[in-house]
């Protein structure tokens, strides 16, 4: 497909139980960054990657989340031992590169996570 | 600290009015750029307008502009006509080129609600 694609759209989990989110980027994208939205709120940056590697990582909530980066494509973001806070619209994007200037980012539908 | 301020959670305007939503911003970078992206009910975010720091001119993208006021830190969004298709949730958010790679700081958001 020629956007960001992200899955599953919605998730389902138990309060404890880990889940993995996914994000496929556009093609030729060097740089991807993930997001959280919670309810009604703006979006909270996560962790952003260039390449495989994540310069920076200060975003993330706490060290239940990781997230990795393989091929200099697919990315995933993972929490462990989910808690009810982390109900969120978690979103993926993707830009040609990640530095210099002007640099829109292209944003997946999200992944819709309810922790019971 | 990089700060948005969007200080209007709701606005609405009558069908083909004009309607300005308001973004003020705090960075001590010298070199920055202001995004506004649309919300849509369906979750994903469209890329509307940019305005580079250094730009003299401001931005235009159609019925969409952007009164760049860079004394102030202001970056508010104009949208002339507004149509029924525009109501949705708007986000202020900046980008800052100086830590050598892009990462968007949002506002909270403003929910636009066009009236017929």
């Known amino acids: 497909g020629a956007g960001v694609s992200q899955s599953p759209s919605n998730k389902v989990t138990e309060k404890g139980k880990d889940v993995e989110l996914r994000c496929d980027p556009i093609?030729?994208?060097?740089?991807l960054y993930w997001y959280r939205q919670s309810l009604g709120q703006g979006l909270e940056f996560l962790i952003y990657?260039?390449?495989?590697?994540?310069?920076?990582k200060s975003g993330l909530p706490s060290d239940r989340f990781s997230a990795e980066r393989t091929g200099g494509s697919v990315s995933t973001l993972t929490i462990q031992r989910t808690q009810q806070e982390d109900s969120a619209v978690y979103l993926c994007?993707?830009?040609?590169?990640?530095?210099?200037?002007?640099?829109?980012?292209?944003f997946g539908p999200g992944t819709r996570l309810t922790v019971l | 600290a990089q700060k948005i301020t969007q200080t209007q959670p709701g606005m609405f305007v009558q069908e083909k009015e004009a309607v300005t939503l308001d973004c003020t911003y705090d960075?001590?970078?010298?070199?920055?750029?202001l995004f506004w992206y649309k919300q849509p009910s369906s979750g994903e975010m469209i890329f509307l307008i940019y305005?580079?720091?250094?730009?003299?001119q401001n931005a235009t993208e159609g019925r969409y502009s952007l009164n760049f006021q860079k004394a102030r830190k202001s970056a508010n969004l104009v949208i002339s006509a507004s149509q029924l298709g525009d109501s949705a949730m708007y986000f202020c958010a900046m980008s800052s080129f100086s830590g050598g790679y892009n990462k968007l700081i949002f506002g909270a958001g403003t929910r636009l609600a066009v009236h017929p």
């Open positions: 990657f260039q390449g495989n590697s994540a310069p920076d």
């Open positions: 960075t001590s970078d010298p070199s920055y750029g």
């Open positions: 994007a993707s830009s040609p590169h990640g530095q210099g200037s002007y640099n829109e980012q292209f």
């Open positions: 305005q580079g720091s250094y730009d003299q």
């Open positions: 093609s030729g994208h060097t740089a």
